[in-house]
């Protein structure tokens, strides 16, 4: 599959884009078209509209009506992958140098990476299972790895692919390898994050990094891995201490709890008590918290990738709900899962 | 050394009209061209809000037009336009500072104008319907531009009573 996003400017380079004063002018245009975009985000009546739908089918008719999805859509997948390739077509229009939004697929390339090693490991051609939408091609991932040839690939990926894959080849421990490409990926979003001066972008990255770092100590206590596992897995964050982390997950779930309760995730916790997918809801919520504000900034990329991120919890909230309409599983149960929206 | 430095009475005046026409006019091109941006990105989405949107890119450019008005005055008072035009050192300086008020607010509230119009273009692209008051907020800052434009006026035509 051709990646349309692939685009070999990044801040990876050195050079902050996101710095330069005159991109705040650079985006005045995206930003007010974005302002008419964000009017046809669904909101919380529209997704009450969905729960009082009757089954899947009506909901696929009713998000058809909204104008989702593109001629041909069938199936609920079809449609929310079609609305993704809208939203990232019209980024494109709006923004020449799509590299300002690598932060936000950087964990794609790591995911074609893991998934390129596993076809080549297990010698089948599996269909559909590389994101389109990420920096590097997936046929140029395909051919790196088929070809053990990784200076295909940017300098930062060499390191972990070759690894990610000498595990996978020799030892034959997905496991093992999912971590190395896991750690990379969040590494790399972290520091691409970070760098883009941004604050939004930066905070994204934090958040992000510091969930997959408490997901990963949670899991750690639950199936007893031990040390080595977890400082080869967790990556660093300025809003975790991971050698506390480490040491709480060592000695059980409460002093996780405990050591959380004392950081800007406390909020979290009473979600992480009750379950995983309760904790990635509180996480969502947490970042349509932090776009909310870019509705009314009228300046700068904020609001681009605020409405990159609504968007993308518009697709999760409606494939949420949709599942629980195709598997017949209560509303109740589905409002809990739903995320907040942004408008 | 006075008599030296009285020579040059007429061309501190004039750099004081210049700046007058030069700065503000400068700031209110930058501010039409930034509004000019933001008002394309409405209309690509919604071609019938184009006269609401065009008022609102036009506000910041008033203060080019304050501060010609003020250059003329001053340039009319100095003689350039025709008349006397022997002016001294100290009323050159006095007719510059007299043109100050309009060149450092006419910079400053063009620019400010121009993000409070773009901020309303925001308004105007949610709710149309609201355009009254989306434009009171860009509107507003005229105000101060309004003033410096009369501190300066009174300035320059008083200056050119002063018998120094």
């Known amino acids: ?343 | 050394m006075m008599e030296i430095l009285n020579d040059y009475g007429i061309v501190l005046a004039v750099i004081g009209a210049a700046l007058a026409a030069l700065i503000p006019g400068i700031a209110s091109a930058k501010a039409v061209s930034k509004g000019g941006i933001a008002g394309a990105g409405i209309i690509t989405e919604n071609p019938s809000l184009f006269g609401k949107v065009l008022i609102l890119q036009l506000l910041p450019g008033t203060q080019g037009i304050y501060g010609l008005i003020i250059a003329f005055i001053t340039f009319s008072q100095i003689g350039v336009l025709g008349g006397s035009n022997d002016i001294s050192f100290v009323k050159g300086l006095l007719y510059l500072a007299a043109c100050i008020p309009i060149i450092i607010v006419g910079y400053t509230s063009a620019i400010r104008q121009c993000n409070a119009a773009i901020s309303s273009m925001g308004i105007l692209a949610k709710r149309p319907d609201q355009f009254g008051k989306a434009m009171i907020f860009p509107a507003m800052v005229e105000t101060y531009a309004i003033l410096a434009t009369l501190i300066s006026i009174l300035a320059v035509n008083g200056v050119s009573g002063i018998n120094i």
């Open chain 1, 1 to 343: 599959m051709k990646n349309k996003l692939h685009n070999s400017n990044s801040s990876d380079s050195g050079i902050n884009p996101y710095s330069d004063v005159t991109v705040n002018n650079q985006f005045v245009n995206a930003v007010a078209r974005i302002r008419f975009k964000e009017l046809e985000l669904l909101g919380k009546t529209d997704i009450e509209s969905l729960m009082s739908c009757e089954n899947e089918k009506e909901c696929l008719q009713y998000l058809t009506d909204k104008g989702w999805g593109k001629e041909g859509d069938q199936t609920s997948e079809q449609i929310l992958a079609s609305e993704r390739e809208k939203t990232w077509e019209l980024l494109k229009e709006l923004v020449k140098d799509i590299s300002f939004f690598h932060t936000f697929l950087l964990g794609n390339d790591y995911h074609n990476l893991k998934a390129a090693i596993k076809q080549v490991y297990k010698g089948n051609d599996t269909p559909n299972v590389y994101i389109p939408n990420c920096t590097i091609d997936p046929d140029i991932i395909i051919q790196a790895v088929k070809e053990h040839d990784f200076s295909l690939l940017p300098e930062v990926m060499r390191e972990a692919a070759e690894e990610a894959y000498q595990i996978q080849l020799r030892t034959g421990d997905s496991q093992l390898c999912d971590i190395v490409l896991d750690k990379a990926a969040l590494d790399r979003i972290y520091s691409h994050g970070k760098a883009s001066g941004n604050e939004l972008i930066s905070q994204y990255a934090e958040l992000k990094v510091a969930a997959a770092n408490i997901n990963i100590a949670i899991r750690s206590v639950k199936t007893g891995k031990d040390e080595e596992f977890l400082r080869r897995a967790l990556s660093e964050c300025e809003s975790l201490n991971i050698e506390t982390l480490i040491q709480s997950a060592l000695d059980g779930m409460d002093e996780i709890f405990n050591y959380l309760s004392t950081t800007v995730y406390s909020d979290g916790v009473p979600a992480l008590k009750e379950s995983a997918q309760a904790f990635e809801r509180w996480c969502d919520n947490k970042i349509i918290e932090y776009i909310r504000p870019q509705k009314y900034n009228p300046f700068s990329l904020s609001p681009l990738a605020a409405y990159l991120l609504a968007r993308e919890n518009e697709i999760k909230t409606v494939r949420i709900l949709l599942s629980g309409k195709r598997n017949d599983i209560s509303d109740d149960i589905i409002r809990e899962r739903l995320r907040e929206m942004y408008v």
